[in-house]
């Protein structure tokens, strides 16, 4: 479900970044022909994800480390629960553990966040997706962990969707304006998504033919009237502050999608850790 | 304070990550000569930590756009306070909106967050540091915002820091075998770090001359007590989950140092919008 | 209109395969001081792409030399018509001609072919589009000159669109199982298309909502009846070879989007010299 | 006969460029496990170029994917010959698909266009070489279409091969000015070429040593003539939209190379196809 | 002992500068499918560096070339004595000679240079340090070289060590000054070193708590008088034109530390041959 | 003289690795707004080569930087002599100095060597060229040197020369079968050099052509002889540990060009300071 090609130009580099000119201290201390073996074990409960990525950290660093996933991506774990087991050269193993484990818990982190957000509205139709408030230069890993914690992707970036906000239609001189400015222009395989903060606009998207309207900070009742007035003319998406509020109250307004900046942008990484 | 040469690389990614092709809603609605000036504004209170970041974003889009800091990086601001003034291609402005939030709001979290700690802390000598859990391939950047938050840095990574842990002092034989064999390999300009869990070990290290000795996970009364024992013969470093304890009574205890991996692992992006 | 920090990429590349270490013809004829100025000039009629590209390559080189231009991208020219006029040192010039004149040819020669096609469908409704066999590393740049010539994109790549064709089909089931599986994992601002060989396979796309239907390698008779059929509940696009067709009566088959992977995979570099 | 360090980069910029973050209709709908087996199949005659680069575009996607070449580069094909057998995951295979055809239909539509200017010689001395007018960041694979297709590769870049042209003779004051430049500052391993546009610039050119003169845009009358001035001194180049001409005239003046820039700038694709 | 994941990208440039677009001579003359054996050997005595770097240099050529080594890094040979054994394909092998040997010869040459410091020394404690006057690029290699001779490493680079010299002096006020600034913003792992001149500033250093006294191009005599007053309170290190001074004389007035920028500013290549 | 663009990747690599995350003597002990003038001075008499990469490394750091270069490359320096005068912020200038120096002096130190290689034999005509022996992704630069010194380039790399060695000629089965296979093959832009060790195989390398004969390792008699005999037919190359030979010996054989690694492979950095 990844691409390993684009992965691997963040691991190479992110052990560049960790591994310097060499971990002195493993070199100075631990024989190079020494073995080892080691678990990566849930220190707390969550959703598993990332451990292709470990997988390819020590690939990267030493090709005859063997690792074994016992957890693949997706699972669900307790805390004590075993997710793999990695043998090989001590030297090699200890010098990505670092590496390895800041990856596997930020996005474990994020599957985990994703997946309390989607129990909470899953008895909905409701779909809880993110944004691209990602971390710099890890928005593919980011967003493949939402999907594993059972969220959705909003568009990748600024040219794989259209999203007409509030500068966009001032300048453009309305909502229509703009919309058939963007239709006029992007790829036919893309959606047009407008931004509203009241009935008028809604009402306006709809005449021009918006696939997709987003509420922004819209109250709870005003998302309520806004489904009903939209009755399915386009999908209807509820953002803003997502993630204070109560999801499923958002969900039983019946809009089609939650979008949450902070399943990416606050981020709490997953307790686990390499046992040797 | 940043090498922006390192930098550079990790915005131009960030920018070719975010804006694809092209910001085709912005390309297909805004006149290419439109100009638009927009403010950088606290939405809650915090220390700002990102403007030169900031600054480069848009010089990287588009040369002619100008931005006036009013809140350096370490200005500690309330909620409504304007950070900058930006002005310019209302295209070029908009295009690279989300990434130079997403830099400012990871940025400031993470100096905000370490302000939080360090003030906890600020009537005893006790110093906060990070670790190596940071975000991968953005070490550069959160480290200074570590720094700007009033915090000081640990070792940057595994060659520029001698940290001898329960598996090097296995391999090796002993807390002095360990010592002695990183002290006739490392450069002289490093000191060496040993990870202690009991008592026992304090004495051998201190013994064999360990510059710094980390407390991994003790009790106060045992951190006390550590502080006791090596009487300033060197550096004593508190670390294990610090965030979820009262710092200032670890503190208290005497240590020079607490390392807390959460000041970078656990992150809450600041709120600041850009307004127009 | 285009991402010119991942142009520059491409710019810089074309460079330095091309420089090599060095001009050595100019370095050893021509006096480093001297100055000339050169003018780039259509030999033939089309659609011009790559002026700006063109002057980028020339400020990598050398930021002195400066470059007026007079006919933007998308000016339709005759031969004998003035581009461009670009004047500073002579080395520089000359070291950087080929490249320059490279791209401008081969830009402005998809530009024109694609306007050539536009044309023949300028009275129907009918968009002209292009596809992903395009030259490997200039996508971007393509895809662009097609814009440039009046045609709009197709999927940029196998991420931003989706296109569920026979082997998908196939492993899937049936049309309405992989319909029903995209629907639910892919981001929901992309639009779903289905490329379809018979009227049982239009039925059920429509059945199960597809959003586009491309008709493949269909008779101009089939794809009369394939529009009627749809009747406006999907967008229709023609597929197969279009570059062999008669466009025009293509188009009077009522579909939606021609797409032509000729633009793109077979390229007629514009004549356009650069004079002194 | 290709650097395959140099063509790798290549590889992976196409891939990364046309897979995204991920092909999310294939994703979607095939099953990982499912294993296909696919034929690449000449749809029209030509000399295939390219097998070794396919090979290695669905290596770097997935080391497990086989392919079993038949027909290698250089070989002549009729419609319906199976060039090559590929197995594996379907997943991977149909993800590669596209970036794999780009390359050989590209390469071997230069090779085949070359084989039929070299064809048109071929009874005599003469050598059909490319130019420097390829596509831009594909030159090294281009000029290696051109050798498979029987063609020969003219310099490679600026700083390989010295040719005099206008602008260089001019500024150093006269061609034997401007040859004694160069041999007084080129490596001693580089032939040195004129390009001349009359017979007194012939005339100098073979006083002063040229190794190589190119007939810029000459007549057939004035070509023949020239051979018969330079008698065997130097060899003789025919230039300038040489693929308008009739090869084999051009070749029976006597001249040894004749360069044709629109072998790599003006580019058919061969129609290959991938079948399931 | 090296980061291999950096040295590869070296590796890797150093070959496409080397092929650039191949091997013509070898492709010209040596069939395909030929295969050879060589033989790695020494043409002068020193201490071998580089036979991991040979082998990778041969894998990233060609992963059929295997290589056999029979003396480690590290080892010290005679004239005639040989180092490795390398067996496979003839184009690959005479392909990758001089890359592989431009490598071995330089690293070796450092490591046989550092040698001959070393056993000067070696009845007394000094240690012999490089410096940071390295071939740019080639850090992580010519300082590991250092260490296979024997010696040992000063600080990598500007971020991972303090030296406080003049500049920095001045610009502080005093060197008190300049320790307590750095003490209160570097990582607690390292140490701080100061550059002195004459007895008073090194009174002052260890009055402020210097780690390091560099003593910069001291006479004997001043030197034996330095080690005298620091009486063991800091380290001390030699420094200045040391490469020219009798290194037993410096080491035996009691410094702990005698750097030697020439150890990799000034390189002789050592003789190592590929025979066939 | 310098293809810039190649030259600023070197740099940059240069600069990150030096730098890493900052320097962190000058950021805790000079004030930001600090400004210095500095001027570099040679310690010794040599060419000077590299004031123009000196300048750009300053750019690449702080742009407000200025440097007046008062001798440009090719310079012959006394001890003394102010090569150039740098004035900024003082954090910038300290930060760059011992990169700048390491290329100055580097590049200064070939150019110098070379300068005495050519000075031997200035009366005869002989030119010295350098070999492929160069380090490792610095060739552009230091093959520059070498011209600034007054020597000349043999070829760059194995792509754009064809220099037919014993194992070519082995494998092909004669010199004659190989130059022919080499001619048949490679650009008509270049020549082609035959490395022989009797008389013999002149003979034979004269009576099929090849343009360049290398004297392998032979006697100044032998030398003299070989030159004899070839008499005019082909250019003569003088070859094998020539560093250790009196270079107007082998000169006055009457060859034209001698060829010396050591130019490259052993370097004498020359010592040149920056002082403030």
Known sequence: MLNMLAV?????????????TGD???????PADKIITGKFIAKESGVICGALVVKRVFELIDASVSMQVFLNDGAIVEKGDVIAEISGRAQSILTGERVALNFLQL?????T??????????DTKAMITDTRKTTPGLRVLEKYAVRVGGGRNHRYNLSDGVLIKDNHIKAAGSITAAVTAARSSIP???????EVEDFDMIT????????????????IEDMAKAVEIIGGRALVEASGNMCEKDLLTVAKTGVDIISIGALTHTIRAMDISLRF
């Open 24 to 30: 002195i201290t493993t070199i100075a201390t631990i």
């Open 204 to 219: 306006e998207a709809l005449g021009c033919g918006a696939d997709i309207i987003m509420l922004d900070n819209m109250s």
């Open 188 to 194: 036919h395989t893309l959606k047009i998504e407008v």
């Open 113 to 122: 966040k994703t997946r309390q957000c989607v129990l909470q509205v899953k």
């Open 8 to 20: 691997d130009e963040i691991i190479k580099n992110a052990l560049i970044e960790d591994i310097g």
């Open 107 to 111: 996005l474990s982190g994020i599957a």
